[in-house]
Structures are given as structure tokens and as C-alpha cells.
Nanobody, 115 residues
Framework: QVQLVESGGGLVQPGGSLRLSCAAS????????MGWYRQAPGKERELVGGFTSGGSTTYADSVKGRFSISGDGAKNTVYLQMNSLKPEDTAVYYC?????????WGQGTQVTVSS
């Protein structure tokens, strides 16, 4: 059973930056895909961004140019760098990893953008 542990959430002012981390209990080499979703109060969970083992990357239109996803194989960790944060980015952020045929989820980390 793969475990994903997220960290890096918190309170930030509009225009600020945060970097979320998602550490896996097993190597991320060879996995089929990984990325981040978020869920705001009263809304459905939505894809923030992710990439596949084939190298393709996708981001939600609302975060393009502001957020970026990267991985560090040596640390089994995936990052979500969030810049120019807006109040509408406030949500619980979840990382996921696809290790076919299963999908694993982190426990979520709260990001609040407010002045």
C-alpha cells in the first residue's frame, strides 16, 4: 500500500506563493501518472494539473502560467509550485499517483489565500 504525505499548505496573501510537497512511501520511478487536484468548499474536486509517464503535462486553465508541477525521483516527491495566488485558489489540495491499475491519494492539505 503506497502512502502519500502532503505538506506545505497554509495561509498566504493574494499574490503570494506556496510550494506543496507530496512524498511517496515508494519510488516514483515508472509510475503511470501523478499530479494534484483541489476541492473548494461547496464545489467538486477539480484537476489542478498532472503529467503522465509519457511526458505529457496538463494544467487547468485557471492555473496556467501560475502553477507548475515537478518531481524529484531521489526523494520520491512531487511538488506543486503555486505563484500569484488568488483568493479563488483557496481549497484543500490533494496529490495523486497512478500506479495502474490503482490510484493513490494523499490526505489533503489546506491552502487559504486571504488578506
Amino acid at each position: 500500500q503506497v502512502q502519500l504525505v502532503e505538506s506545505g499548505g497554509g495561509l498566504v496573501q493574494p499574490g503570494g506563493s506556496l510550494r506543496l510537497s507530496c512524498a511517496a512511501s515508494e519510488s516514483i520511478d515508472g509510475i503511470n501518472g501523478m499530479g494534484w487536484y483541489r476541492q473548494a468548499p461547496g464545489k467538486e474536486r477539480e484537476l489542478v494539473g498532472g503529467f503522465t509517464s509519457g511526458g505529457s503535462t496538463t494544467y487547468a486553465d485557471s492555473v496556467k502560467g501560475r502553477f507548475s508541477i515537478s518531481g524529484d525521483g531521489a526523494k520520491n516527491t512531487v511538488y506543486l509550485q503555486m505563484n500569484s495566488l488568488k483568493p479563488e485558489d483557496t481549497a484543500v489540495y490533494y496529490c495523486y499517483q497512478i500506479r495502474a491499475p490503482r490510484v493513490y491519494w494523499g490526505q489533503g492539505t489546506q491552502v487559504t489565500v486571504s488578506s
